[in-house]
């Protein structure tokens, strides 16, 4: 299984973005999928899922400006970030799940950065 982020990149606060995560090696529609977030000197965190059936979760800090979204035919999810605020800093990671949580795999991350 390989999972391949990207779209991560330099922005000003109240700025956009869009992450892709695109999933190899895997029956990508029965799976859930997840991203997280690291900051420097802090744990990870679960920013936003989406289960295999298009149920959708999110961190009480990003709601209402994050959306999770999948592509089932590119095996490909997404997460549109806007209103970005210096906080959402981190390096943010992509994870493959199956909807009973017995297996997971973890993509390498990509730089968000929200500064002027």
């Known amino acids: 299984v390989q999972l391949q982020a990207s779209g991560g990149g330099l922005v000003q606060p109240g700025g956009s973005l869009r992450l892709s995560c695109a999933a190899s090696?895997?029956?990508?529609?029965?799976?859930?999928m997840g991203w997280y977030r690291q900051a420097p000197g802090k744990q990870r965190e679960l920013v936003a899922d989406?289960?295999?059936?298009?149920?959708?979760y999110y961190a009480d800090s990003v709601k209402g400006r994050f959306t999770i979204s999948r592509d089932n035919g590119k095996s490909t999810v997404y997460l549109q970030m806007n209103s970005l605020k210096p906080e959402d800093t981190a390096v943010y990671y992509c994870?493959?799940?199956?909807?009973?949580?017995?297996?997971?795999?973890w993509g390498r991350g990509t730089l968000v950065t929200v500064s002027s």
């Open positions: 994870n493959l799940h199956s909807d009973t949580w017995n297996y997971d795999y």
């Open positions: 989406i289960t295999s059936g298009g149920k959708t």
């Open positions: 090696g895997v029956i990508f529609s029965i799976n859930g």
